[in-house]
């Protein structure tokens, strides 16, 4: 019997793309105790504050908040925002860490979603973006939606 290959968005991390230009993504498995799946099953997440860090050659994700489990036993963890550690190949996460040593790089989460049963972290290497490069980024935002209305308005008029 085959797997099924869901990809069901958790949560999405939307002040990424407005505070980094992000120029690579990386796939990552994540640690989970207790009942810290079914919460993330229910969509009780939240990553807007959330960042990865290296220690010790591994990769963790601080301040991830995932909301404790109401119907949960005694082996829930009690702190829902503690370091939970990234699943990665060494090699990437050697890549990751010298990339993320030049000037202005992080590491920072981007979506939680489930992969054939398994909860994922996308994770994107981002340079921080300066305040007009943010005003930029939203003029273009702006000016595309302005192209996208008025060719939907020409449609209109043609039928």
Same mark, same amino acid.
């Given at each position: ?24 993504t990386y796939e990552a498995g994540m ?15 939240? /990553? ?5 860090? +290296? #220690? @010790? $050659? ?48 992080? /590491? ?5 979603? +489930? #992969? @054939? $049963? ?42």
């Amino acid at each position: 019997m085959a797997k099924k290959s869901e990809n069901k968005q958790l949560a999405q991390n939307k002040k990424a793309s407005h505070d980094y230009f992000i120029e690579e993504t990386y796939e990552a498995g994540m640690v989970l105790m207790g009942t810290e799946i079914k919460s993330l099953r229910m969509g009780r997440a939240n /990553i807007s504050d959330a960042f990865a860090t +290296i #220690r @010790n $050659g591994e990769l963790f994700i601080n301040n991830l908040h995932i909301s404790p489990f109401e119907q949960g036993n005694r082996s829930n963890p009690t702190d829902p925002t503690r370091a939970r550690k990234l699943l990665m190949h060494k090699s990437q996460i050697h890549k990751l860490l010298g990339q993320s040593k030049q000037e202005g790089y992080t /590491i920072v989460p981007l979506k939680i979603y +489930i #992969r @054939n $049963g398994y909860a994922k972290l996308l994770i994107g290497l981002g340079k921080g973006k300066k305040q007009y490069d943010k005003r930029e980024s939203a003029a273009k935002k702006d000016a595309q939606r302005d192209i996208q209305r008025a060719l939907k308005e020409r449609q209109k008029v043609a039928r």
